[in-house]
């Protein structure tokens, strides 16, 4: 990775070539929001690996977005009241959309089409808010991106 990296709270994840990075507060349910993702994709024959959980290095390079696991946290993931898991993981991953976790009773019913989120100072990436309370929020993200997920979907 070239260039010096942001380190966010987030988390990132890859389904097939698709990068989400999952941002909002503490406690808002990103961690649980993409565990329910990598799940899901397994029954689908989807590729599915956790880039990091918690904190992740952003960085830019050649135009792309980087998200990056610091080594100390590979492959762990906390599940908020069960405790720390081991998922598959990769050390790195490009990001293409970032997913906001909501809470339904206050959310925008119609959030702004196109929407984008500011990562760093310099990085923007489009964004999809997600109830954190869908039973399968990879379902609603494949209808929002309007992508398979599958390994040519990027």
């Known amino acids: 990775m070239t260039g010096d990296a942001t380190n966010i709270h987030a988390t990132a994840i ?3 070539r698709t990068g989400l990075l999952f941002l909002g507060p503490s406690g808002s349910g990103k961690s ?3 565990f329910s993702c990598l799940a899901a994709a397994k029954p689908l024959g989807l590729t599915a690996s956790l880039v990091a959980d918690d904190r992740v290095l952003i960085a830019e390079q050649n135009g792309s977005i980087i ?3 610091p080594s100390p946290i590979a492959g762990l993931m906390e599940i908020r009241y069960t405790g720390i898991v081991r998922m598959p993981h990769i ?3 490009e990001m293409h959309f970032a997913v906001r ?9 119609l959030p702004p089409e196109d929407e984008q989120i500011d990562i760093t100072a310099s990085a923007r990436l489009p ?3 997600v109830a954190a309370t869908f039973a399968n929020p ?3 993200l494949m209808a929002k991106i309007g992508a398979s997920f599958d390994e040519s979907a990027i």
């Open 14 to 16: 890859v389904i097939g």
């Open 32 to 34: 649980a929001l993409a």
């Open 67 to 69: 998200a990056k696991c």
């Open 91 to 93: 050390s790195e991953a």
């Open 101 to 109: 976790p909501v809470d339904p009773a206050t959310a925008e019913r």
């Open 127 to 129: 964004l999809i808010r």
């Open 138 to 140: 990879l379902a609603i």
